[in-house]
Nanobody
Framework: QVQLVESGGGLVQTGGSLRLSCAAS????????MGWFRQAPGKERDFVAT????????DYADFVKGRFTISRDDAKNTVFLQMNSLKPEDTAVYYC?????????????????WGQGTQVTVSS
């Protein structure tokens, strides 16, 4: 069982930056692929970014490439999402998730554990 707690969301102006953190409980954090997803009001939850167990491989949705960076610190059981050049369309609740079997890295159904989400609002 893994418990995930996101933090770092908030209100920011267009072009600003935020750094989201996701702290995980348990001793096996390094055995999980980690991902970030987001859900805007009235829309489906979308894949944002993922990082492999080793941290050596990352993947991003096209709409965040070049602006967002995912990273992990296994010593702190934490995964991060650095978000730069934010746009109003980035406004959403951001969720982190843990993928135990390390498959289907962009699929919501591949992730076994989810945090409660953190709100990111970008004003124009």
């Amino acid at each position: 069982q893994v418990q995930l707690v996101e933090s770092g969301g908030g209100l920011v102006q267009t072009g600003g930056s935020l750094r989201l953190s996701c702290a995980a409980s348990g001793r096996t954090f390094s055995s999980y692929r980690m991902g970030w997803f987001r859900q805007a009001p009235g829309k489906e939850r979308d894949f944002v970014a993922t990082i492999s167990r080793s941290g050596g491989s990352t993947d991003y949705a096209d709409f965040v490439k070049g602006r967002f960076t995912i990273s992990r610190d296994d010593a702190k059981n934490t995964v991060f999402l650095q978000m730069n050049s934010l746009k109003p369309e980035d406004t959403a609740v951001y969720y982190c998730a843990a993928n135990r079997m390390d498959w289907g890295p962009r699929r919501i159904s591949s992730y076994d554990y989810w945090g409660q989400g953190t709100q990111v609002t970008v004003s124009s």
